[in-house]
C-alpha cells in the first residue's frame, strides 16, 4: 500500500521538557488528542520497546510500539494496527511511523511531527493535526 509522509511544525514559548509532559503526561494528552476522537487516550507503561493502545472512549483505535523514546527530544511509535471491538487486526497502514521531535529553539521548543498515512487520511491529518498541536502550544506556554 502506497504511504505518504506528513509534517507538521510548530513553535511553542516553553521548555521541551515542559512540551514533552504536556504531549505525554495522561490528563494533557487526552486534551489534545480528543480532536482527534473524543475520548483519546494512550494506554503504556511509557518504556521504549512497549506496547502502547491508542484507544477512543469506547475502545476503538490502534496498537502500535514505542519503537524510540529520549526524553525530551524525541518519541517515536511504529502502528502495528487496529483495535475494534476488542479484536486486533493488521491494516494496510500497519508499519506507519509517527514521530515527535523536540528542539530547543530561541528559549522554546519547536515541535515537528512526522507521520506516515495512507493517501485517503492525509487530508484528515492536515485538518485535525494543526488544531491539536494548537492546543499543545496553549497547555505548554501556561
Do not use: C
Not at 480528543?34 to 469506547?58: H, K, P
Not at 511509535?77 to 523536540?102: A, M, Q
Amino acid at each position: 500500500m502506497e504511504k505518504a509522509q506528513v509534517t507538521f511544525t510548530i513553535e511553542m514559548n516553553a521548555s521541551p521538557q515542559k512540551v514533552w509532559d504536556v504531549l505525554w503526561a495522561d490528563n494533557t494528552y487526552q486534551q489534545w488528542t480528543t480532536v482527534f476522537s473524543e475520548g483519546s487516550r494512550a494506554v503504556s507503561d511509557w518504556e521504549e520497546g512497549s506496547e502502547i493502545l491508542f484507544v477512543n472512549g469506547d475502545g476503538n483505535g490502534m496498537y502500535s510500539k514505542i519503537e524510540k523514546m529520549t526524553v525530551p527530544s524525541e518519541m517515536s511509535f511504529l502502528h502495528l494496527g487496529e483495535i475494534k471491538d476488542g479484536i486486533r487486526t493488521v491494516t494496510e497502514w500497519g508499519n506507519g511511523y509517527e514521530r515527535y521531535f523536540l528542539t530547543e529553539k530561541d528559549g522554546g521548543t519547536e515541535l515537528r511531527v512526522t507521520l506516515d498515512s495512507v493517501p485517503e487520511f492525509v487530508t484528515f491529518f492536515n485538518e485535525t493535526f494543526p488544531k491539536a498541536l494548537a492546543i499543545v502550544k496553549t497547555l505548554s506556554e501556561k
